[in-house]
Nanobody
Framework: QARLAESGGGLVQAGGSLRLSCAASGRIFMINDMGWYRQAPGKQRELVAVITRGGSPNYADSVKGRFTISRDNAKKTVSLQMNSLKPEDTAVYYC??????????????WGQGTQVTVSS
């Protein structure tokens, strides 16, 4: 069973930067899309950025030009570089991966979440 472990959250002032990382482990045959979601208090979880296995990224409009997603297929990792952070970026950030198992089944795996707090 795949596990996703996130790291890199924390407290930063507006205008600052943070880098989130996520590593997948376990019996994984392949990972398709990998991405980052976030959930602010009282709001629904929303997509922040996603990247295909081939390296094509897509971003939420709210983070375009500020955030950059990247991945390393060999290491089974995905990262999110967050620059020019705003207070409205404050949320719990979750890593997500489309995992393909050796038996051919596919499952959406989630990390436990990491808190990002941006102070004004």
């Amino acid at each position: 069973q795949a596990r996703l472990a996130e790291s890199g959250g924390g407290l930063v002032q507006a205008g600052g930067s943070l880098r989130l990382s996520c590593a997948a482990s376990g019996r994984i045959f392949m990972i398709n899309d990998m991405g980052w979601y976030r959930q602010a208090p009282g709001k629904q979880r929303e997509l922040v950025a996603v990247i295909t296995r081939g390296g094509s990224p897509n971003y939420a409009d709210s983070v375009k030009g500020r955030f950059t997603i990247s991945r390393d297929n060999a290491k089974k990792t995905v990262s999110l570089q967050m620059n020019s952070l705003k207070p409205e970026d404050t949320a719990v950030y979750y890593c997500n991966a489309g995992v393909v198992n050796f038996d051919g089944t596919s499952v959406q795996s989630w990390g436990q979440g990491t808190q990002v707090t941006v102070s004004s």
